[in-house]
């Protein structure tokens, strides 16, 4: 009898379930929004799941960042990312593009914190990088109702829409979106997969997007073989 243990995503859209095998729990806690687990690995260091779904690990599955890199405009200086508190997406923009500014603007104080202790290298920043990322602990929505700063490409790095996420897929946050870009700034969102989210989540953004004046409207779609169906999708369009 086998004494690996295993840790399962139950997706119930697709009633099936992707596996991780693990050595031990790192973390475990309930924060004011979500579940969060961190576990230690051996192929993929360190994972953490958010509400039983998996986010990002240390090695081994990082598509899902360099994917949205890809979008982002290579000019681009002034950068929002609504979510992504364990800065992966941003250690990658510091990286590989020449920026001037990345507020992160996440909601759960208890991300950033675990995300600094079991993903360290995402905080780890070069002398020159320090100054240039600002990690705001706030609601997504609410930061855009009552900011005046205009930025060359907005991420919306979020779970999906449900509870404390929902509000980010709807047409008024969008609409803060769309006011807070510069001209032709870009806008990339997570949709899900396209294999299960098309209905529900990819058709619904393509509407409010041609709604409220966004151009260029496109679907991403990448290999995430931890993620439900293997798949996943960013949304992207430009400010008219």
């Known amino acids: 009898m086998s004494n690996k243990k295993i ?25 004011k929004y979500q579940k969060i687990e961190v576990l230690k690995t051996k192929y993929y260091g360190n994972a953490m799941y ?3 779904c998996f986010m990002l690990s240390e090695k081994n599955q990082n598509y899902y960042h360099e994917e949205c890199i890809k979008i982002i405009p290579k000019n681009a200086k002034k ?7 364990d800065c992966g997406i941003a250690k990658l923009i510091l990286n590989k593009l020449f920026v001037d500014k990345i507020d992160v603007v996440e909601i759960d104080k208890q ?19 320090k100054n240039k990322i600002n990690i705001i602990v706030e609601d997504g929505y609410k930061f855009l109702k009552t900011s005046q700063e205009k930025y060359n490409c907005i991420i919306i790095d979020s779970t999906d829409p449900v509870n404390q ?3 980010l897929f709807s047409k008024r ?4 979106c769309y006011i807070s870009l510069t ?6 969102q997570q949709s899900g997969s396209p294999l299960k989210d098309t209905k529900t989540i ?26 439900p169906t293997g798949t996943w999708s960013f949304m992207s369009a430009k400010r008219a």
């Not at 001209?183 to 990339?188: A, E, F, Q, T």
């Open 7 to 31: 840790y399962y995503e139950y997706d119930i859209s697709t009633e099936t379930s992707v596996g991780i095998e693990y050595e031990k729990y790192l973390y475990q806690c309930q924060s």
């Open 50 to 52: 958010l509400d039983g």
């Open 79 to 85: 950068i929002l990312i609504i979510g992504g508190g």
């Open 111 to 129: 991300v950033v914190e675990a995300s600094k202790k079991y993903f360290s290298n995402n905080f780890n920043y070069k002398k020159s990088d």
């Open 165 to 167: 996420a929902k509000v």
């Open 173 to 176: 946050f969008l609409k803060k």
């Open 183 to 188: 001209k032709m700034g870009v806008i990339i």
């Open 202 to 227: 990819i058709n619904p953004l393509k509407i409010k997007y041609k709604d409220l004046g966004f151009i260029n409207n496109n679907v991403t779609s990448f290999s995430m073989p931890l993620y």
